[in-house]
């Protein structure tokens, strides 16, 4: 049992270029989330997905997309990087459906520097 | 809207010193209440949780309490040890079949524990 597995770990870029962050889950959560986490400003959600199929946009979604491939799998694109989306980005995953609050599982994170 | 304030860090302790991090809270509805501690270069795991007004959780030798009364889940160890050097974020989660498990993450605070 894995949990929250995301590649790459680190990542350079230059201005313009385009990448995806990959990030899949092996506890058949429902929900799952992008964070940018940048000094002083705790966790930013980016976009999340409550199901196979369906993306919303979180706080900061400019910039990003996002795709949902299956249940497992909730990727994050940049089209076009920028140097103000350096950033360590994570991703996480909950069984958010339904009542009760739901922890979140947190994957290692991508450190990313736009040069 | 659902926010989490926690104390500004960073914290500075000595081994065997007592620790309290405060966080407070406000939120529409009924809110589980989160604590993730985050080590260095890794990402957030749980470190307890509590889901109803009065729980304590504990982990670890860390404990807080849900305190509907004051809106608050300090977070409290009796003896911290160089290992709990780390930055732990307060956080809630609301129950709502719609919201896809989101949580309202605090911003953090920078445990530094001397020897």
């Keep these: 049992n894995a949990g929250v597995t995301q590649t790459p770990k680190f990542q350079v870029l230059k201005t313009g270029q385009s990448m995806t962050l990959q990030c899949a889950q092996d506890m058949n959560h429902n929900s799952m989330y992008w964070y940018r986490q940048d000094p002083g400003m705790g966790l930013r959600l980016i976009y999340y997905s409550a199901s196979e199929g369906t993306t919303d946009k979180g706080e900061v979604p400019n910039g990003y997309n996002v795709s949902r491939l299956n249940k497992r799998e909730f990727s994050l694109r940049l089209e076009s990087a920028a140097p103000s989306q350096t950033s360590v980005y994570f991703c996480a995953s909950s069984d958010g459906t339904g009542t009760g609050g739901y922890e979140q599982y947190f994957g290692p994170g991508t450190r990313l520097t736009v040069t | ?115």
Aim: charged share 15%.
């Design chain 2, 1 to 115: 809207g659902n926010s989490v304030t926690q104390m500004e860090g960073p914290v500075t302790l000595s081994e065997e010193a007592f620790l309290t991090i405060n966080c407070t809270y406000t939120a529409t509805g009924y809110p589980s209440l989160f604590w993730y501690v985050q080590y260095p270069g890794e990402g957030l795991q749980l470190l307890l949780k509590a889901t109803k007004a009065d729980d304590k959780g504990s982990n670890k030798g860390f404990e807080a309490t849900y305190r509907k009364e004051t809106t608050s889940f300090h977070l409290e160890k009796g003896s911290v040890q160089v290992s709990d050097s780390a930055v732990y974020f307060c956080a809630l989660s609301v129950s709502l079949y719609t919201n896809a498990g989101k949580s309202t993450f605090g911003d953090g605070t920078t445990l530094t524990v001397k020897p």
